[in-house]
């Protein structure tokens, strides 16, 4: 069964060497600002019914992102995707912040 957040989600500095979020369901707001993923960042078919903060994160590894639906604002300003990065099939159903993104590989 997927893991379920009803209420407000605060990953906020938070490190994390293998990320896997997937199929998880976020009903409240989450925030990822300035977090650390590691080798693998795995949100593939997860739900963000609210709004998703990820300004500052770096992902450092493999990000996917596949399927992901996001029903409210996500903000990447500023965020930094060093491996390769997935959103195949991915829905943004709201604005979406890329400002100043940063991607090596």
């Given at each position: 069964?997927?893991?379920?957040?009803?209420?407000?989600?605060?990953?906020?500095?938070?490190?994390?060497?293998w990320?896997?979020?997937?199929?998880?369901?976020?009903?409240?707001?989450?925030?990822?600002?300035?977090?650390?993923?590691?080798?693998?960042?795995?949100?593939?078919?997860?739900?963000?019914?609210?709004?998703?903060?990820?300004?500052?994160?770096?992902?450092?590894?493999?990000t996917?992102?596949?399927?992901?639906?996001?029903?409210?604002?996500?903000?990447?300003?500023?965020?930094?995707?060093?491996?390769?990065?997935?959103?195949?099939?991915?829905?943004f159903?709201?604005?979406?912040?890329?400002?100043?993104?940063?991607?090596?590989?």
């Amino acid at each position: 069964m997927p893991a379920e957040f009803n209420g407000y989600a605060d990953f906020t500095r938070a490190t994390f060497d293998w990320a896997i979020f997937q199929h998880t369901k976020f009903f409240g707001p989450v925030d990822f600002r300035s977090a650390r993923f590691g080798v693998i960042s795995d949100f593939s078919e997860t739900t963000f019914a609210d709004a998703a903060e990820f300004r500052g994160a770096r992902f450092n590894g493999t990000t996917n992102l596949q399927c992901a639906s996001f029903a409210a604002t996500a903000d990447f300003t500023g965020a930094q995707f060093i491996g390769s990065v997935d959103l195949w099939g991915a829905k943004f159903t709201d604005p979406i912040g890329f400002p100043h993104i940063e991607s090596r590989s």
